[in-house]
């Protein structure tokens, strides 16, 4: 299974941002598809995941700032990331885990998109 990531970019402190990611592959179902994120020299952290039962957790830092939705028949993800702040700067990585046509599971990750908040 492979994610593609678009979206990512410059904006100023205050401005939104909408990431996307597509999974492509023989997908029977998802378990968890969503966002997490890197900054310079911490520890990957996560932003937000939606399950397959359409249970939705953000991290302590974006809630309230950002709004994680899907659509199923595209096996995409959307995050829309509003009020951005400087400490958002980060790269990006959509990951998704499930089950293939097959039933064997898979837990992939995208290549990361940039996002830098700057003015």
């Known amino acids: 299974v492979q994610l593609v990531e678009s979206g990512g970019g410059l904006v100023q402190p205050g401005g939104s941002l909408t990431l996307s990611c597509t999974a492509s592959?023989?997908?029977?179902?998802?378990?968890?598809m969503g966002w997490y994120r890197q900054a310079p020299g911490k520890q990957r952290e996560l932003v937000a995941i939606?399950?397959?039962?359409?249970?939705?957790n953000y991290g302590d830092s974006v809630e309230g700032r950002f709004t994680l939705s899907r659509i199923n028949a595209r096996n995409t993800v959307y995050l829309m990331m509003n009020s951005l702040k400087p400490e958002d700067t980060a790269i990006y990585y959509c990951?998704?885990?499930?089950?293939?046509?097959?039933?064997?599971?898979?837990?992939?990750w995208g290549q990361g998109t940039q996002v830098a908040v700057s003015s």
């Open positions: 990951n998704a885990n499930g089950y293939e046509s097959n039933w064997k599971t898979f837990d992939s």
């Open positions: 592959g023989s997908i029977f179902s998802f378990n968890v």
């Open positions: 939606v399950t397959g039962g359409d249970i939705t």
